[in-house]
Each structure stands twice: as C-alpha cells, then as structure tokens.
C-alpha cells in the first residue's frame, strides 16, 4: 500500500536554527515527491517538487530537500529558520496524472 | 504555472441542506479532477476522482450518494455534499493534474461549516 510517514508531528526550533524536517514514503514506484506548507486556515503552498536527476533540490523561501532512494526519503531542510516560517508541513508523494498520497503533517513552532 | 480555483472559499450551511463546491482550472484542461478532505489538525485524505464523460470514484469510506461530483466540462467539476450534518464539516481542496509535466495543482480549498 502507498504510505506517507513524517515521523515528527510537532517541532520547535529557535529563531535562526537550522531545520530538518523528515519524510518517507512507500510506494510500488519511485513517485515524483513534494513538500508543502500550510499555514492556518489557508490552502497549501508548493515549497519543493522532485521529479528526476539531482536528487538535492532548491525550494523557495530558503528551503531544499534531498531524494534518497535507498532510504525512500526526502526530507527538508533550511538551514536558518525565520519566524515566518511556523506553520504546517506536508511530503506528498505520487505519479504524474494520478492523487497524491500526504503525509500525517509536522507543525513547525518558532521561539524568537 | 497552471491555476486552479475554487468557489466559494467558505461557506455556512444549515443541518439538512446541501451545498455545492466548485473546482475550475482556470489556463488548462483538466479530464482529471481530484477532491480532497481535510479536518481539523489532519491531514489531506482523497475523496474521489473526479472524471470528465464517466462517473467519479470514491474512496472506501466515502458515500457516493452524499457527495455527488459532476465532471462536467474539461476545465469544472462540482462537489454537492448532500444533507450535509455537522460531521462534514471540513475543508475540501480540489487538485487537476498537468499529465505530460506530472504536476498537480491544487485550488485553494473551501471550508465548510455545517451548523
């Protein structure tokens, strides 16, 4: 069965602090992989996507994730966190044209 | 990149009534549509496929009968949630995928509250 894991359902970082955020999958087929973020009462933002080759990608707003296949992860990072950057995040993963399975979601907390 | 709507973006509806939800990809076609649900601090779980021509298909779990989706261009489909309760109420996010470039995009979700 498809399956998402993100093993850390609430983490708090102090402003500045470098941040890892894990992801796995199980899938039949390496998927094309995601990450997104959610903030209250809002929709989703794409950060990241990996679709194929490099498997060290480049998000937006400061944020990379690295594709390992061996381990089927694909965690984020970045490596110094804004306040602004508390909110929900999600590892999707799936095949072109077909739904995406999601990620239970870990809740980001900032201490200023 | 492609845009994916949805209306209305919120809406109160009374125990009994129902309530129609509209996805539209706005710059591209869409023979595609899938209808997600989310509920308080959970995650996004697929509802149903939505197909352009031909019925939907649900997810275990999900009663046909009590969200009736219509594919009914390339570029709408509708989520009715039939004598909604209390218990649907939720956010629903649609999402149509871009085939050739295996992109999804999602709309921007309607939240629903059923008093």
């Known amino acids: 069965a498809q399956s998402v894991t993100q093993p850390d359902i609430h983490i708090t970082v102090s402003e500045g602090a470098s941040l890892e955020l894990r992801c796995n999958y199980s899938?039949?087929?390496?998927?094309?992989l995601f990450w997104y973020v959610q903030s209250p009462g809002q929709g989703l933002q794409l950060l990241l996507k990996y679709f194929s080759g490099d498997t060290l990608v480049q998000g937006i707003k400061g944020f990379e994730a690295e594709f390992k296949r061996s381990q089927s992860s694909f965690n984020l990072r970045k490596p110094s966190v804004h306040w602004s950057d508390a909110a929900e995040y999600f590892c999707a993963v799936g095949l072109s044209g077909q739904n995406f399975v999601f990620g239970p979601g870990t809740r980001l907390s900032v201490l200023p | 990149g492609a845009v994916v709507s949805q209306h209305p973006s919120w809406v109160i509806c009374k125990s009994g009534t129902s309530v129609k939800i509209e996805c539209r990809s706005l710059?591209?076609?869409?023979?595609?549509m899938f209808w997600y649900r989310q509920f308080p601090k959970q995650s996004l779980m697929l509802m149903a496929t939505?197909?352009?021509?031909?019925?939907?298909?649900?997810e275990q779990g999900v009663e046909k009968d009590k969200f009736l989706i219509n594919h009914a261009s390339l570029t709408l489909s509708t989520l009715t949630v039939t004598s909604a309760h209390p218990e649907d109420s939720s956010f629903y996010i649609c999402?149509?995928?871009?085939?050739?470039?295996?992109?999804?995009?999602f709309g921007p979700g309607t939240r629903l509250t059923v008093t």
């Open positions: 999402s149509a995928p871009d085939r050739p470039a295996g992109e999804q995009y």
């Open positions: 899938y039949g087929a390496t998927p094309y």
């Open positions: 939505s197909n352009e021509g031909s019925k939907a298909t649900y």
């Open positions: 710059d591209f076609q869409a023979t595609t």
